[in-house]
Nanobody
Framework: QVQLVESGGGLVQAGGSLRLSCAASGRTFSTYTMGWFRQAPGKEREFVAAISWSGHSVYYADSVKGRFTISRDNAKNTVYLQMNSLKPEDTAVYYC??????????????????????WGQGTQVTVSS
């Protein structure tokens, strides 16, 4: 089992940047495929980005491709989401998600299966126009 804690959310103007972090507990973090989802008020939770256990495979929603970058540091048990060129429509609660242990597959497959069963508590990102 893994516990996830997000940080880094906040208020930013359109065009600005934020970096979200997700710190994971446990000694098997490197075997989890990780992802970020978001949920805006009145909308369903949606996929944002995923990164494979090795970090070699990444996958993005079309709405964030070219603006967001997901990365991970297995030595620090942390996954990151660098968000650039933020838009008001990026306003949402952002959730970290994990699938594993032993999730030795691509980020594309993680997307098709809808992520894993472990969730963080979420961090609010608000982009003002």
């Amino acid at each position: 089992q893994v516990q996830l804690v997000e940080s880094g959310g906040g208020l930013v103007q359109a065009g600005g940047s934020l970096r979200l972090s997700c710190a994971a507990s446990g000694r098997t973090f490197s075997t989890y495929t990780m992802g970020w989802f978001r949920q805006a008020p009145g909308k369903e939770r949606e996929f944002v980005a995923a990164i494979s256990w090795s970090g070699h495979s990444v996958y993005y929603a079309d709405s964030v491709k070219g603006r967001f970058t997901i990365s991970r540091d297995n030595a620090k048990n942390t996954v990151y989401l660098q968000m650039n060129s933020l838009k008001p429509e990026d306003t949402a609660v952002y959730y970290c998600n994990a699938d594993g242990p032993g999730a030795y597959y691509s980020s594309n497959y993680y997307y098709t299966k809808g992520g894993g069963k472990y969730w963080g508590q979420g961090t609010q990102v608000t982009v003002s126009s």
